[in-house]
Every structure is written in structure tokens, then in C-alpha cells.
């Protein structure tokens, strides 16, 4: 075994505490509910359950993501090496994660839309996009993990989770890509694969339509 990748998406979303308050005018770039906080403490504990040692934990660009890995960090470290005052965890901010959207917050706007360029990606994005940069993410830890066998955490968005399992698992199923899709994994949702020479083997996760995928693995 290479190591472990673990895929989760983000926390709870202020404004989606209310969303009768915000309706359609919900801030993309808007931070944690009180309850997403609480569900990262919780989901923390968890992981460190299900995995020993973690390396680096890839989020993307966005508040609620960012703040979600840190969170998440926090929780996993008082629960596996509570007399550690410094981890050697790794939070690096990954573009490759963020998901395509119409409109951003100026100043991040203009951010991403040259971190795109540079990376010769198209703007606003195609869903057709998104999977060939999921495939690029998926390949380049494989990649990493057999160089040096480690533990590697995905913080992300429900679309760019689906498309990642979909490109790692052919056979597994969901509706659509939007957000409107029936299989979106919620908040938080951890799903945590081995690496076997160049296959990825699922060993848990909490998204139902994932479960699904120990059939094909074995």
C-alpha cells in the first residue's frame, strides 16, 4: 500500500444556515456556520479514527474550504497527538480544486482567473473541464504517493468530489453535475481510499452511493 486519500467537501456554509434570509444572493466566498464549526470538530475526531498519520490536506482556494481543512486539522490533532504543540501537516491551497462558477467576489475573481490562465484553463468552466482536472489531481497523487508513500486529504467541493470519484471509479453513479444532483455528498462526507500498486481500493465512507463501490473493488 502507497498510502491513503481521503476526499471530503467543505462544512457548513454560513448562509446556509438561513437560507429564507440570503435566497439566491448567498456570498460564494462566505465562511462557516456556527454548526459547520461544530461539525468540524466532530468529523475531526472521526478521522482520526480512520487514519493514523496525515501528510498534507490539498484544499482549494475558497473561505469555507480553507477554513474547513484547518478546522478539520485542529480536531484530528487533539484527538491522535494531544501533547503535540506543532504538527508537521502541510495546508496547501490547490486551484485544481475549485469549482467553476459564474461569479466571484472581485479581488478573488481576478486571482483565479489568472492562476486558470496560467494553468491554460478555460473560464468560466466546463463540467467537461473539471473532470480532465480531476483526472490530472487523481494522477499526479498517484504519482506523489509512489515516490513516497504518504497520507493525502482532499478538502473540496461536492461537484469536484463527485467528479474525482467518477474518474477514479468509472462504474460509480450520479445524476448530474450540479448542485441540484441527488448524489452531491454533504458536508463533510469522508470517503477514504487505500492505494494498491495503481488502484485505488475503498476501505470507508459515508456517502451511501460510495458504498456501493466495494462491489467493484473486490
Given amino acids: 500500500m502507497f498510502g491513503k486519500l481521503i476526499i471530503t467537501r467543505h462544512s457548513l456554509r454560513y448562509d446556509d444556515a438561513a437560507p ?11 465562511v462557516l456556520s456556527n454548526e ?16 493514523k498519520d496525515l501528510d498534507v490536506i490539498y484544499v482549494s482556494p475558497f473561505v469555507r ?12 490533532y487533539e484527538n491522535t497527538y494531544p501533547f503535540v504543540e506543532e504538527n508537521h501537516v502541510e ?7 475549485a469549482e467553476g462558477q459564474n ?7 481576478a486571482d483565479l482567473i489568472v492562476k486558470l490562465e496560467t494553468n491554460g484553463m478555460g473560464y468560466p468552466e466546463s463540467s467537461q473541464n473539471i473532470a480532465k482536472r480531476c ?24 461537484i469536484i468530489y463527485n467528479h474525482l470519484l ?5 462504474n460509480y453513479r450520479y445524476n448530474d453535475t450540479t448542485n441540484s444532483g ?9 470517503t477514504v481510499l487505500e492505494l494498491h500498486g495503481d488502484k485505488f481500493v475503498p476501505v470507508f465512507s459515508d456517502v451511501e452511493n460510495v458504498k456501493k463501490l466495494y462491489e467493484y473493488s473486490k
Avoid at 20 to 30: A, P
Avoid at 65 to 76: A, I, W
Fill in 91 to 97: 495546508i496547501k491551497e490547490m486551484v485544481l480544486l
Fill in 65 to 76: 474550504v480553507k477554513q474547513t481543512g484547518e478546522l478539520l486539522l485542529k480536531s484530528y
Fill in 103 to 109: 461569479k466571484f467576489p472581485p479581488k478573488f475573481e
Fill in 135 to 158: 483526472k490530472e489531481v487523481v494522477d499526479n497523487i498517484k504519482k506523489q504517493m509512489h515516490e513516497k508513500p504518504q497520507n493525502i486529504m482532499l478538502v473540496t467541493h461536492g
Fill in 166 to 170: 467518477k474518474y477514479i471509479y468509472p
Fill in 182 to 190: 441527488n448524489y452531491i455528498p454533504s458536508c463533510l462526507d469522508l
Fill in 36 to 51: 459547520g464549526v461544530d461539525l468540524c470538530e466532530k468529523k475531526g475526531t472521526e478521522l482520526a479514527m480512520l487514519v
Fill in 20 to 30: 429564507e434570509l440570503f435566497g439566491s444572493n448567498r456570498n460564494i466566498n462566505v
